[in-house]
Protein backbone atom coordinates (compact mmCIF):
# COMPACT_ATOMS: atom_id res chain seq x y z
CA UNK A 1 0.00 0.00 0.00
CA UNK A 2 2.21 2.41 0.64
CA UNK A 3 4.87 1.65 -1.97
CA UNK A 4 1.48 2.42 -4.11
CA UNK A 5 1.12 5.61 -3.03
CA UNK A 6 4.62 6.27 -3.21
CA UNK A 7 4.38 5.91 -7.20
CA UNK A 8 2.16 9.18 -7.17
CA UNK A 9 3.40 10.88 -4.16
CA UNK A 10 6.98 11.70 -4.94
CA UNK A 11 6.44 13.04 -8.48
CA UNK A 12 3.28 15.13 -7.20
CA UNK A 13 5.33 16.64 -4.59
CA UNK A 14 8.10 17.62 -6.30
CA UNK A 15 5.39 19.19 -8.95
CA UNK A 16 3.96 21.24 -6.04
CA UNK A 17 7.56 22.51 -4.94
CA UNK A 18 8.25 23.41 -8.43
CA UNK A 19 5.39 25.27 -9.30
CA UNK A 20 5.08 27.12 -5.67
CA UNK A 21 8.87 28.25 -6.84
CA UNK A 22 7.46 29.71 -9.95
CA UNK A 23 4.42 31.10 -9.07
CA UNK A 24 6.17 33.09 -5.95
CA UNK A 25 9.52 34.02 -8.43
CA UNK A 26 6.84 35.09 -11.01
CA UNK A 27 4.14 37.16 -8.70
CA UNK A 28 5.18 36.85 -5.31
CA UNK A 29 6.29 40.30 -3.11
CA UNK A 30 9.83 41.22 -2.83
CA UNK A 31 11.61 39.41 -2.19
CA UNK A 32 10.39 37.45 -4.91
CA UNK A 33 13.72 35.06 -5.59
CA UNK A 34 14.00 34.43 -1.52
CA UNK A 35 10.57 33.57 -0.48
CA UNK A 36 10.27 31.48 -3.53
CA UNK A 37 13.21 29.45 -2.47
CA UNK A 38 12.09 28.99 1.38
CA UNK A 39 8.59 28.23 0.07
CA UNK A 40 10.07 25.70 -2.28
CA UNK A 41 11.67 24.09 0.28
CA UNK A 42 9.35 24.21 2.71
CA UNK A 43 7.05 22.12 0.69
CA UNK A 44 10.05 19.38 0.61
CA UNK A 45 10.58 18.92 4.02
CA UNK A 46 7.20 18.97 5.23
CA UNK A 47 6.50 16.27 2.75
CA UNK A 48 9.49 14.35 3.10
CA UNK A 49 7.98 10.77 2.91
CA UNK A 50 8.97 9.99 6.73
CA UNK A 51 6.03 9.39 8.06
CA UNK A 52 4.66 7.16 4.90
CA UNK A 53 7.69 5.45 4.58
CA UNK A 54 7.57 4.35 8.61
CA UNK A 55 3.86 3.54 8.11
CA UNK A 56 4.19 -0.53 7.17
CA UNK A 57 7.48 -1.46 9.03
CA UNK A 58 6.93 0.31 12.07
CA UNK A 59 3.31 -1.22 12.59
CA UNK A 60 4.82 -4.83 11.28
CA UNK A 61 7.51 -4.48 13.32
CA UNK A 62 5.55 -3.85 16.30
CA UNK A 63 3.03 -6.64 15.34
CA UNK A 64 5.48 -9.09 14.62
CA UNK A 65 6.69 -8.28 18.73
CA UNK A 66 3.48 -8.89 19.82
CA UNK A 67 3.01 -12.57 18.03
CA UNK A 68 6.41 -13.42 19.59
CA UNK A 69 4.97 -12.35 22.73
CA UNK A 70 2.04 -15.28 22.55
CA UNK A 71 3.94 -17.48 20.54
CA UNK A 72 3.50 -16.72 16.74
CA UNK A 73 6.33 -16.30 15.03
CA UNK A 74 6.79 -14.42 11.84
CA UNK A 75 9.16 -14.79 9.71
CA UNK A 76 8.02 -13.08 6.67
CA UNK A 77 6.47 -9.83 6.64
CA UNK A 78 4.18 -10.60 3.33
CA UNK A 79 2.55 -13.82 5.46
CA UNK A 80 1.58 -11.56 8.43
CA UNK A 81 -0.26 -8.55 5.74
CA UNK A 82 -1.68 -11.56 3.76
CA UNK A 83 -3.19 -14.01 6.81
CA UNK A 84 -6.24 -11.63 6.76
CA UNK A 85 -7.14 -12.05 3.71
CA UNK A 86 -6.99 -15.93 4.18
CA UNK A 87 -10.36 -17.75 2.81
CA UNK A 88 -9.55 -20.91 3.01
CA UNK A 89 -7.32 -23.45 5.21
CA UNK A 90 -5.36 -26.57 4.34
CA UNK A 91 -4.54 -28.89 7.36
CA UNK A 92 -2.19 -32.00 7.35
CA UNK A 93 -3.61 -34.30 10.03
CA UNK A 94 -0.90 -35.88 11.85
CA UNK A 95 0.86 -33.73 14.17
CA UNK A 96 -1.00 -31.09 13.08
CA UNK A 97 -4.78 -31.80 14.04
CA UNK A 98 -3.08 -34.54 16.18
CA UNK A 99 -0.50 -35.53 18.93
CA UNK A 100 1.97 -37.08 16.43
CA UNK A 101 2.59 -39.39 18.84
CA UNK A 102 1.10 -42.20 17.77
CA UNK A 103 0.79 -45.74 19.43
CA UNK A 104 0.04 -49.11 18.70
CA UNK A 105 -3.14 -49.64 19.52
CA UNK A 106 -3.40 -53.90 18.34
CA UNK A 107 -1.61 -56.39 16.53
CA UNK A 108 -3.94 -58.68 14.80
CA UNK A 109 -2.37 -61.90 13.34
CA UNK A 110 -3.71 -64.33 10.86
CA UNK A 111 -3.86 -68.06 11.81
CA UNK A 112 -0.73 -69.55 11.86
CA UNK A 113 1.38 -66.36 12.98
CA UNK A 114 1.42 -65.30 16.63
CA UNK A 115 1.40 -61.79 17.90
CA UNK A 116 4.63 -61.60 18.92
CA UNK A 117 5.73 -62.79 15.28
CA UNK A 118 4.53 -60.21 13.35
CA UNK A 119 5.18 -57.69 15.44
CA UNK A 120 8.85 -58.53 16.00
CA UNK A 121 9.36 -58.97 11.64
CA UNK A 122 6.93 -55.17 11.63
CA UNK A 123 9.63 -53.30 13.85
CA UNK A 124 12.80 -55.11 12.56
CA UNK A 125 11.77 -53.73 9.34
CA UNK A 126 10.88 -50.21 10.68
CA UNK A 127 13.77 -50.16 11.98
CA UNK A 128 15.17 -48.34 8.90
CA UNK A 129 12.45 -45.40 8.85
CA UNK A 130 12.15 -42.35 10.34
CA UNK A 131 8.10 -42.19 9.75
CA UNK A 132 5.80 -41.61 13.47
CA UNK A 133 4.35 -45.14 12.11
CA UNK A 134 7.77 -46.91 12.79
CA UNK A 135 8.68 -45.01 15.93
CA UNK A 136 4.84 -46.72 17.45
CA UNK A 137 5.83 -50.32 16.43
CA UNK A 138 9.59 -50.02 17.70
CA UNK A 139 7.67 -49.00 21.06
CA UNK A 140 5.41 -51.51 20.92
CA UNK A 141 8.17 -54.02 20.45
CA UNK A 142 10.17 -52.70 23.19
CA UNK A 143 7.01 -52.28 25.29
CA UNK A 144 7.02 -56.50 24.96
CA UNK A 145 10.30 -56.47 25.35
CA UNK A 146 9.91 -58.63 21.66
CA UNK A 147 13.56 -59.43 19.93
CA UNK A 148 13.87 -56.87 17.05
CA UNK A 149 16.40 -58.04 14.30
CA UNK A 150 17.75 -55.88 11.64
CA UNK A 151 16.68 -55.64 8.23
CA UNK A 152 18.62 -56.07 4.80
CA UNK A 153 17.75 -54.76 1.57
CA UNK A 154 15.38 -51.77 3.28
CA UNK A 155 13.25 -49.87 0.57
CA UNK A 156 10.64 -46.95 1.46
CA UNK A 157 7.98 -46.98 -0.49
CA UNK A 158 6.76 -42.90 -0.38
CA UNK A 159 3.11 -42.98 0.66
CA UNK A 160 2.71 -46.38 0.42
CA UNK A 161 4.52 -48.94 2.88
CA UNK A 162 8.07 -50.52 3.64
CA UNK A 163 9.77 -53.87 2.64
CA UNK A 164 12.90 -55.99 2.66
CA UNK A 165 14.25 -58.94 4.43
CA UNK A 166 14.28 -59.90 8.19
CA UNK A 167 16.29 -62.65 9.13
CA UNK A 168 16.10 -64.25 5.72
CA UNK A 169 11.75 -63.70 5.74
CA UNK A 170 10.55 -61.12 2.68
CA UNK A 171 8.79 -58.69 4.92
CA UNK A 172 6.32 -56.12 3.49
CA UNK A 173 4.13 -53.94 5.17
CA UNK A 174 2.36 -50.77 4.20
CA UNK A 175 -1.39 -50.27 2.21
CA UNK A 176 -3.50 -52.65 0.59
CA UNK A 177 -2.27 -51.02 -2.82
CA UNK A 178 1.63 -52.20 -1.80
CA UNK A 179 0.03 -55.49 -0.93
CA UNK A 180 -1.52 -56.11 -3.78
CA UNK A 181 1.20 -54.97 -6.08
CA UNK A 182 3.39 -58.02 -3.84
CA UNK A 183 0.70 -60.36 -5.05
CA UNK A 184 -0.81 -60.32 -1.29
CA UNK A 185 -4.61 -60.33 -0.82
CA UNK A 186 -5.84 -58.05 2.08
CA UNK A 187 -9.39 -59.35 1.98
CA UNK A 188 -9.45 -61.86 4.78
CA UNK A 189 -8.92 -58.70 7.10
CA UNK A 190 -10.84 -55.85 5.30
CA UNK A 191 -13.43 -55.98 8.28
CA UNK A 192 -11.35 -55.65 10.73
CA UNK A 193 -9.46 -53.11 9.14
CA UNK A 194 -12.44 -50.74 8.15
CA UNK A 195 -13.52 -51.49 11.48
CA UNK A 196 -10.79 -50.12 13.32
CA UNK A 197 -10.68 -47.25 10.59
CA UNK A 198 -14.07 -46.11 11.41
CA UNK A 199 -12.34 -45.64 14.66
CA UNK A 200 -9.97 -43.08 13.29
CA UNK A 201 -7.14 -45.63 13.31
CA UNK A 202 -4.76 -46.01 11.11
CA UNK A 203 -3.94 -49.85 9.78
CA UNK A 204 -1.22 -51.40 8.11
CA UNK A 205 -0.66 -54.79 6.94
CA UNK A 206 2.26 -56.95 6.96
CA UNK A 207 2.91 -59.46 4.77
CA UNK A 208 6.10 -62.40 5.44
CA UNK A 209 7.37 -64.50 2.54
CA UNK A 210 4.44 -63.54 0.64
CA UNK A 211 1.44 -64.17 2.81
CA UNK A 212 -0.66 -61.97 4.20
CA UNK A 213 0.69 -62.01 8.52
CA UNK A 214 -1.73 -59.54 9.74
CA UNK A 215 -2.47 -55.90 10.92
CA UNK A 216 -1.46 -53.38 13.15
CA UNK A 217 -3.53 -50.57 14.06
CA UNK A 218 -2.56 -47.44 15.33
CA UNK A 219 -3.55 -44.66 17.17
CA UNK A 220 -2.61 -40.91 16.97
CA UNK A 221 -4.82 -38.58 19.87
CA UNK A 222 -6.26 -35.67 18.59
CA UNK A 223 -4.86 -32.60 20.03
CA UNK A 224 -6.99 -31.12 23.07
CA UNK A 225 -7.45 -27.54 21.68
CA UNK A 226 -7.98 -28.52 18.09
CA UNK A 227 -11.61 -29.52 18.00
CA UNK A 228 -12.16 -25.55 19.68
CA UNK A 229 -9.77 -24.27 17.15
CA UNK A 230 -11.43 -25.66 14.52
CA UNK A 231 -14.41 -24.28 15.76
CA UNK A 232 -13.21 -20.87 15.75
CA UNK A 233 -12.10 -21.08 11.88
CA UNK A 234 -15.06 -22.05 10.85
CA UNK A 235 -16.98 -19.33 12.91
CA UNK A 236 -14.40 -16.79 10.91
CA UNK A 237 -16.02 -18.34 7.35
CA UNK A 238 -12.64 -19.86 6.80
CA UNK A 239 -13.01 -23.47 4.57
CA UNK A 240 -11.67 -26.06 6.05
CA UNK A 241 -9.65 -28.86 4.02
CA UNK A 242 -7.55 -31.47 5.65
CA UNK A 243 -5.38 -33.45 3.56
CA UNK A 244 -3.36 -36.74 4.85
CA UNK A 245 -1.87 -39.69 3.38
CA UNK A 246 -4.17 -42.13 5.60
CA UNK A 247 -6.76 -44.42 4.36
CA UNK A 248 -10.21 -42.20 3.18
CA UNK A 249 -12.00 -43.94 6.32
CA UNK A 250 -10.00 -42.92 8.70
CA UNK A 251 -9.66 -39.67 7.77
CA UNK A 252 -13.42 -39.06 7.39
CA UNK A 253 -13.60 -40.23 10.68
CA UNK A 254 -11.15 -37.87 12.30
CA UNK A 255 -12.73 -35.10 10.34
CA UNK A 256 -16.19 -36.02 11.26
CA UNK A 257 -14.89 -35.72 15.15
CA UNK A 258 -13.82 -31.96 14.52
CA UNK A 259 -16.28 -31.14 11.72
CA UNK A 260 -14.11 -30.82 8.78
CA UNK A 261 -16.38 -30.85 5.88
CA UNK A 262 -13.51 -31.32 3.16
CA UNK A 263 -11.41 -34.20 3.06
CA UNK A 264 -8.33 -35.50 0.74
CA UNK A 265 -6.65 -39.18 1.74
CA UNK A 266 -4.38 -41.07 0.29
CA UNK A 267 -2.43 -38.08 -0.91
CA UNK A 268 1.16 -38.38 -1.76
CA UNK A 269 4.03 -35.56 -0.27
CA UNK A 270 3.49 -34.38 -4.02
CA UNK A 271 -0.16 -34.06 -4.12
CA UNK A 272 -0.33 -31.88 -0.72
CA UNK A 273 1.14 -29.17 -3.19
CA UNK A 274 -0.36 -29.52 -6.36
CA UNK A 275 -3.64 -29.55 -3.87
CA UNK A 276 -2.93 -26.08 -2.65
CA UNK A 277 -1.55 -24.63 -6.53
CA UNK A 278 -4.89 -26.03 -7.38
CA UNK A 279 -7.05 -23.70 -4.16
CA UNK A 280 -5.40 -21.01 -5.19
CA UNK A 281 -5.62 -21.19 -9.48
CA UNK A 282 -9.23 -21.56 -8.49
CA UNK A 283 -8.74 -17.99 -6.70
CA UNK A 284 -8.76 -18.54 -3.16
CA UNK A 285 -6.31 -17.28 -0.66
CA UNK A 286 -4.77 -20.73 0.79
CA UNK A 287 -3.01 -20.92 4.31
CA UNK A 288 -1.13 -24.41 4.45
CA UNK A 289 -0.81 -25.75 8.32
CA UNK A 290 1.68 -28.43 8.75
CA UNK A 291 4.67 -29.75 10.48
CA UNK A 292 6.56 -32.56 9.07
CA UNK A 293 9.06 -32.69 5.52
CA UNK A 294 6.40 -33.83 3.35
CA UNK A 295 4.47 -30.73 4.10
CA UNK A 296 7.38 -28.26 2.89
CA UNK A 297 6.57 -27.94 -0.40
CA UNK A 298 2.86 -27.19 0.22
CA UNK A 299 4.26 -24.68 2.74
CA UNK A 300 6.05 -22.76 0.37
CA UNK A 301 3.43 -22.84 -2.24
CA UNK A 302 0.69 -21.22 -0.17
CA UNK A 303 -0.01 -17.55 0.27
CA UNK A 304 1.03 -18.01 3.56
CA UNK A 305 2.62 -21.18 5.07
CA UNK A 306 2.44 -22.43 8.87
CA UNK A 307 4.62 -24.67 10.43
CA UNK A 308 4.15 -26.29 13.98
CA UNK A 309 7.14 -25.13 16.30
CA UNK A 310 6.80 -29.17 17.43
CA UNK A 311 7.50 -30.52 14.03
CA UNK A 312 10.24 -30.95 11.49
CA UNK A 313 13.19 -27.98 10.90
CA UNK A 314 12.52 -28.00 6.89
CA UNK A 315 8.95 -27.84 7.67
CA UNK A 316 9.25 -24.32 9.92
CA UNK A 317 11.79 -23.26 7.41
CA UNK A 318 9.97 -23.26 4.65
CA UNK A 319 6.67 -21.68 6.73
CA UNK A 320 6.38 -18.02 6.36
CA UNK A 321 4.72 -18.36 10.26
CA UNK A 322 5.81 -20.59 13.06
CA UNK A 323 3.42 -21.68 15.74
CA UNK A 324 5.53 -21.60 18.53
CA UNK A 325 3.39 -24.12 20.69
CA UNK A 326 2.21 -26.26 17.32
CA UNK A 327 -1.92 -25.41 18.35
CA UNK A 328 -4.08 -24.09 15.68
CA UNK A 329 -5.69 -22.30 17.90
CA UNK A 330 -2.76 -20.07 17.18
CA UNK A 331 -3.69 -19.67 13.80
CA UNK A 332 -6.90 -17.90 15.57
CA UNK A 333 -4.68 -15.55 16.78
CA UNK A 334 -2.16 -14.76 14.03
CA UNK A 335 -5.32 -14.07 12.14
CA UNK A 336 -6.45 -11.35 14.68
CA UNK A 337 -2.84 -10.05 14.63
CA UNK A 338 -2.63 -9.97 11.05
CA UNK A 339 -6.51 -7.80 10.86
CA UNK A 340 -5.05 -5.55 13.96
CA UNK A 341 -1.34 -5.12 11.94
CA UNK A 342 -3.01 -4.31 8.64
CA UNK A 343 -5.62 -2.26 10.45
CA UNK A 344 -2.75 -0.15 12.23
CA UNK A 345 -1.36 0.26 8.81
CA UNK A 346 -3.97 2.06 7.21
CA UNK A 347 -4.66 3.88 9.85
CA UNK A 348 -0.66 4.99 9.65
CA UNK A 349 -0.94 5.13 5.96
CA UNK A 350 -4.96 8.01 6.86
CA UNK A 351 -2.42 9.65 8.86
CA UNK A 352 -0.15 10.79 7.12
CA UNK A 353 -1.83 11.38 4.24
CA UNK A 354 -3.58 13.98 6.06
CA UNK A 355 -1.25 15.69 7.24
CA UNK A 356 0.53 15.98 3.68
CA UNK A 357 -2.56 16.98 1.99
CA UNK A 358 -3.00 19.96 4.75
CA UNK A 359 0.85 20.40 4.99
CA UNK A 360 2.14 20.49 1.87
CA UNK A 361 -0.74 23.53 0.13
CA UNK A 362 0.25 25.51 3.29
CA UNK A 363 3.71 25.26 3.01
CA UNK A 364 3.62 26.10 -0.95
CA UNK A 365 1.73 29.41 0.49
CA UNK A 366 -1.95 28.83 -0.61
CA UNK A 367 -2.75 30.93 2.49
CA UNK A 368 -0.62 34.09 2.13
CA UNK A 369 -2.93 35.96 0.19
CA UNK A 370 -5.58 35.28 2.32
CA UNK A 371 -4.27 35.70 5.99
CA UNK A 372 -0.40 36.07 5.23
CA UNK A 373 0.78 33.03 6.28
CA UNK A 374 3.92 31.43 4.79
CA UNK A 375 5.83 29.24 6.98
CA UNK A 376 9.23 29.01 7.33
CA UNK A 377 11.52 25.67 6.72
CA UNK A 378 12.23 24.88 10.46
CA UNK A 379 8.07 25.39 11.08
CA UNK A 380 8.08 22.58 8.28
CA UNK A 381 10.68 20.41 10.06
CA UNK A 382 8.82 20.48 13.23
CA UNK A 383 5.74 19.79 11.93
CA UNK A 384 7.78 16.69 9.76
CA UNK A 385 8.62 15.68 13.19
CA UNK A 386 5.25 15.61 14.57
CA UNK A 387 3.32 13.64 11.71
CA UNK A 388 6.60 10.82 12.20
CA UNK A 389 5.90 10.59 16.14
CA UNK A 390 2.40 10.19 15.71
CA UNK A 391 2.50 7.39 13.07
CA UNK A 392 5.00 5.77 15.69
CA UNK A 393 2.93 6.15 18.51
CA UNK A 394 -0.19 4.93 16.81
CA UNK A 395 1.73 1.52 15.73
CA UNK A 396 3.30 1.41 19.56
CA UNK A 397 -0.76 0.77 20.30
CA UNK A 398 -0.61 -2.72 18.62
CA UNK A 399 1.84 -4.05 22.13
CA UNK A 400 -1.66 -4.29 23.68
CA UNK A 401 -3.78 -5.49 21.04
CA UNK A 402 -5.86 -8.26 22.73
CA UNK A 403 -5.50 -11.89 20.69
Known amino acids: QADRLAQFFVPTVVTVAVAAFVAWALWGPEPRFALALVSAVAVLIIACPCALGLATPMAVMVGTGR ?63 EHPLAAAIGAAAAERNLRVPPADGFEALVGKGVRGQVEGRRVVLGTPALLDAEGVSTRPLAREAEARQR ?89 MAGDGINDAPALAEAAVGIAMGTGTDVAIESAGITLVRGDLQSIVQARRLSRATMRNIRQNLFLAFVYNAVGVPVAAGVLYPVIGLLISPIWASAAMTLSSLSVISNALRLRKVEL
Open 67 to 129: GAGVGVLVKDAEALELLERVDTVVVDKTGTLTEGRPSLTAAVPMEGTDEATLLSAAAGLERGS
Open 199 to 287: EGETVVFVALDGALAGLLAIADPIKPTTAAAIGQLRAEGLRLLMVTGDNQTTAEAVAARLGIDEVVAGVLPADKQRIVAERQAEGAVVA
